[in-house]
C-alpha cells in the first residue's frame, strides 16, 4: 500500500476517527457510515466532499457535548 493511499484513507475515516473520543453510540455509526460512503464515492473527483464535511459536523458536534458535559458536572 503506497504512502499516497494510507494518507487518503487516513483523511477520509478522520470523521469516525474523531467520533471515538465523542459520546453516544450514534454518532460513532452515523461517522462510520459517511467515511465509508466516502470511501465508496472517492472514485470520481471531489465525490467525497459530502460524506466527510456532514460526517465532520457530527464528529465535531459529538465531541464538544462530551467537553461540555465534562465542564458541567
Known amino acids: 500500500m503506497s504512502t499516497v493511499t494510507t494518507g487518503n484513507l487516513l483523511i477520509i475515516f ?3 476517527l474523531l467520533s471515538l473520543f ?3 453510540r ?3 455509526m452515523l461517522c462510520l457510515i459517511s467515511s465509508i460512503l466516502g ?3 472517492s ?3 471531489y465525490g467525497a466532499v459530502m460524506p466527510f ?3 465532520m459536523i457530527v464528529a465535531v458536534v459529538s465531541v464538544w457535548e462530551r467537553i461540555r ?3 458541567t458536572v
Open 69 to 71: 458535559h465534562r465542564l
Open 26 to 28: 450514534q454518532a460513532k
Open 43 to 45: 472514485v470520481s473527483e
Open 53 to 55: 464535511v456532514l460526517g
Open 22 to 24: 465523542g459520546q453516544g
Open 39 to 41: 470511501l465508496l464515492l
Open 14 to 16: 478522520l470523521p469516525f
